[in-house]
């Protein structure tokens, strides 16, 4: 396999990895591993300020952004396992520190070379070798991965290349999961409305497993799924390239 | 202050009209190139998109205007409509022979034909164009249940741009795409929902 | 989020006729939009100018309104200026008395509703047929208008029938959608041939000829505008357009973007009242210039806002939409561009939950003709909220918290610690109740987290 030659790269695991389900950023190690990277997990890292930006709280996601700038710029890449944090590094902290003439040359820096992992590991020319899945799985785009991060076909190339996985098309793919950070759980019954049409949707496939690249949306329609009885297991993509889906799905005892 | 001065006010100087209509001018430069499809055949492209759903028009051709009336009685017959219509004051319905169809001396207001001369057509999207003037009232175009336009392929532009009429702008100039029709119930398509459920274009000419 | 808003989403979800209607109506708006946006290979680009397009008029709208002004007077029709929602609607009314007119027929026009136009025509005793049939249905219903093209969205075929049934002369005999729409056809005809004066809105105002553009694809514009003795329009200022070319270009996306349609039936651009030895047309024709806050907007971060060409495509697209339908948003204009606007129209204290309730997933802003950062424009209104201190206390100690925590990394991870431990006292696999997360598990199951975080783990040396 032609590749550059080992980039130093930080994995921004994401809080919610961090806390609900490490074995995606086990999965993200080992596959950047196997895309010949030398990954370095940032010891301070804590969360993208997300919640905060969602809410309207600028100053305090302003905050987080300095000091995750900071935090990052020394290294060569920054990956992430989430379009919508890799999302708000990569679009939204230059917007936060637009008007800080000491940050904002510093949050495009770090902005240009944050990637979701992904598609990180698809523009590397990266693909699984001798990953075996005998599965019918879908997939759904997560928004923030998707619209503001244009990841779409790398995630079904690289699924491509994984043995014996059949993909077959979710209706309304792009169409959100009701998730929306802290939308699920400020309007639980909208979203909720949302996600049980997601999960009628994801039922009707037949698929077997259920695939995405945002834990978020994973939860919650996985969550969804089993409220409503339905035997359809999730994983996060990448716990598929890396080999990991003979474990635990979402939702299964870790 | 008048409601106008304060909202003049608040929204700052005015600029010399002559450096405004050039910046808007640019803002058009290379807009061709971003149009929906380019019609290849006027003609074509333009009976076309008459046969649409989205307009549900039908069409007849005819070489010259003298064969109209014939046109319009065998399609009125072939509809299965009265053979009458109303007439607007245009000179060219005068000199043509009327004997095989009733002339109406009022235009019908809920059912019945009306005839109208559009002034062009555009191939674009199958708009019929008229204008206002004494010898074209407008109403009528919006109250029968059968539309018929009559068009010379002369008139036949290429885009919407092409449409607007040059000289002074008249009281009203409009464009008809279709039949009057609804989806207001369950977004459901329904023709005839004020105006005509039908509409007939017959093209003059080759 | 409000007991207002809570108790209009609670209803609208409980509502399943109001779902059947609402995925009626966009659900095959959205899939017509797609086919025609597909077949458009500058669809792009083509946003891209038509945004550059209202953001030069809006820039320089005071030019454009004076031009606008000008080239209208010359046509022979009125200009009138109102600053605020009452002074359109005093203008309106006075202008109805002048002529003596006892009924007036109006064609749909969103800033008509927005201004309460309905409302004050009423208590001036000044009666009103509504001519688009949407608005006929809504009506003869006593309600508002859920969507801005389909103001009936809400109402599904039976509910349109029973309330025709009731209300018209000669109902429909036989069940379907067309019959109904004769039946409405039969009942509005004479009442909108012989009304005084004719009210409508404008898609756009064509500064350098002074015309005013109005689409429809029912006629009913023409039929409520032709005649009467008196035309009325009322339009927001940033209707404005340089010229017809630049108005050509916003109707391509307009009509694609709300139906899927090359263009609407019916487009129109009248330029004053009846001339010489014309056979019909007003006698009087007026343009009622309306700001109601469109300059503030301006110049309050809001500016990309006044790009809408009201097509509906956001909120026919819009998940939340999708599930409420448009009266919950409880403005005059719902779904993502109307929580936008509703906040700077009626005030965000009473409609912070509007900017609120979306997953900012971006569809909207995807899917919009000139392209407005909707999103980016609701994010704007909470941050404004937060800073107001209009945010719930819960919210604003629970995030302070959080961020207090998330800034000392040693303390995060106990934190972290402490809420898997928690989390796991509920269960191993699937959690079905959780105390303080009835929100998530209400609904739906919450995985349970793995026995040790991520970094933990790592820390101890595991890869």
Known sequence: MSMAPSPRVALFVTCLVDAMRPRVGFAALRALADAGCEVVVPEAQTCCGQPALNSGDRATATDFARRNVAMLESYAAIVVPSGSCAGTIRCHYPELLADDPEWAGRAEAVAAKTWEILAYLDARGWRPEGVALPATATYHDSCSGLRELGIKAQPRRLLGAVDGLALVPLSGEETCCGFGGTFCVKYPAISNAIADEKAAAVEATGAGLLLAGDLGCLMNMAGKLHRRGGQVRAFHTIEVLAGMADGPAIGEAQ | ?206 | MSRAFDARVDAALADRQLKIAVERTAGTAEAKRGAAIGAWPSFAAARERAAAIKDHVIANLGSYLVQFEAAATASGATVHWAATADEACAIVVDICRKAGAKSVARSKSMLGEEIGLPHALEAAGIGRVETDLAEHIIQLAGERPSHIIWPAMHKTREQVSELFHARHREPHVEESIVAMAASARRQLRGEMLSADVGISGANFLIADSGQVCTVTNEGNAELSLVPPRVHIVTAGLEKLVPSMDHAVHLLRLLARSATGAALTQYTTFYAGPKRAGDRDGPEEMHIVLVDNGRSAMRDEGLAEMLRCIRCGACMNHCVVFRQIGGHAYGGTYPGPMGSVLTPALDGLAASRDLPGACTMNGKCQEVCPVAIPLPTLLRGWREKSWREGLEPVTLRQGLGLWAWAARRPWLYRAGVRWAIRAMRLAGRGWISKLPLAGGWTGGRDLPAPAAESFMDRYRKGER
């Open chain 2, 1 to 206: 202050m008048s409601a106008r001065d304060a909202i003049l006010a608040r929204l700052g100087p005015t600029r010399d009209p002559a450096v405004l209509a050039a910046e808007a001018a640019c803002l058009l430069a290379g807009e061709e190139r971003e149009r929906p499809a380019g019609p290849e055949d006027l003609v074509a492209r333009f009976l076309a998109q008459l046969a649409l759903p989205s307009v549900a028009a039908t069409h007849a051709r005819i070489e010259s205007l003298a064969e109209l009336p014939g046109a319009l009685a065998d399609y009125l017959a072939s509809e299965g409509a009265a053979p009458a219509l109303w007439l607007p004051p245009d000179a060219r319905v005068a000199g043509l022979d009327w004997v095989r169809l009733t002339r109406l001396a009022d235009c019908p207001i809920d059912d019945g034909t009306v005839l109208a001369f559009a002034r062009a057509g555009v191939a674009e999207t199958g708009s019929l164009v008229f204008e206002t003037s004494p010898e074209a009232p407008m109403l009528p175009h919006f109250l029968a249940l059968r539309h018929i336009v009559v068009l010379e392929v002369a008139g036949l532009v290429r885009w919407l741009e092409d449409a607007a009429p040059g000289g002074t702008v008249p009281r009203a100039h409009y464009w008809v795409t279709g039949v009057s029709g609804t989806t207001d119930i369950e977004g459901t398509y329904v023709r005839g929902a004020h105006g005509p459920r039908f509409l007939h274009v017959v093209v003059v000419g080759s």
